[in-house]
């Protein structure tokens, strides 16, 4: 088993809204996408857990209409289920 991660870059057609009020305007953003390749109980390869992480500064999420959270420099975005849902596409 092991982790890896690329970095690579979703396109919004339209606004997105995220978590804590945070609305990402149309637009290309990079993203850490992040797997875990494992074996199946077959010896097949399989791939799991896998994420689409956008890191926003705080400066980030006040421009995109969010609540800014106290003690924080940035915030990490789980875009997985945008991405699933066609909100998101890989360019």
Known sequence: MSCKQENLRLRASEPVVLDDGVTLPPGVYW?????IDCTAV??????????FILELTVTQI???GGRVPANYA????DLSQHLRAGSLTVV
């Not at 993203?31 to 797997?35: I, L, Q, R, T």
């Not at 077959?42 to 994420?51: A, F, H, L, N, Q």
Request: proline share 5%; net charge positive; with cysteine.
């Open 31 to 35: 993203v850490c996408h992040k797997w």
């Open 42 to 51: 077959d010896g097949s390869p399989k791939r799991v857990g896998e994420k």
């Open 62 to 64: 006040a421009d995109y």
């Open 74 to 77: 940035a915030k990490e975005f």
